[in-house]
């Protein structure tokens, strides 16, 4: 996995107990996630989508969690999952805007992201910080109605 696409870490997460992970996927009605699978059945790609929990709030969402398996990448498993999440959030979650967040170095995932129509509305200095080296993260928004 890379350590700077992600803000949790290996460490983190290798915590967490099965009924935490079970609790986060199951079915909610403000968001889900969504995942991928190859011919075989192993997974291939994952994405969150979450409506925000303020009613003023309610019209936007964000996008979290993307990852694809590096044996998956570059076959489209990404742009299927994230064109399924704005569906999803536009026609289930009554999403008008969906923002997302991603480090400025990841430049194929920002290409993806502004083919589907998200723009850079701010950068963050300094988001994460991996072995002592900081990295910035683009903050973007997709117009969906």
């Excluded at 936007?60 to 990448?73: C, D, E, H």
């Amino acid at each position: 996995m890379a350590p700077t696409a992600l803000a949790a870490s290996v460490e983190e997460e290798s915590g967490r107990t099965l009924a935490e992970i079970e609790a986060q996927l199951g079915a909610r009605d403000d968001g889900g996630i969504v995942g991928a699978f190859d011919k075989g059945g192993a997974l291939a790609g994952l994405v969150g989508v979450q409506r925000e929990r303020f009613i003023k709030l309610r019209h936007k969402g964000y996008v979290w969690g993307v990852y694809v398996t590096p044996r998956a990448q570059g076959r489209g498993v990404g742009a299927a999952l994230l064109e399924f999440a704005l569906r999803y959030a536009r026609d289930e979650l009554a999403i008008s805007r969906i923002n997302l967040s991603v480090n400025t170095q990841n430049r194929p995932a920002i290409a993806l992201y502004e083919k589907l129509g998200f723009k850079t509305f701010g950068v963050e200095e300094c988001y994460l910080v991996v072995d002592g080296v900081a990295y910035d993260e683009l903050h973007m928004v997709c117009v969906l109605i």
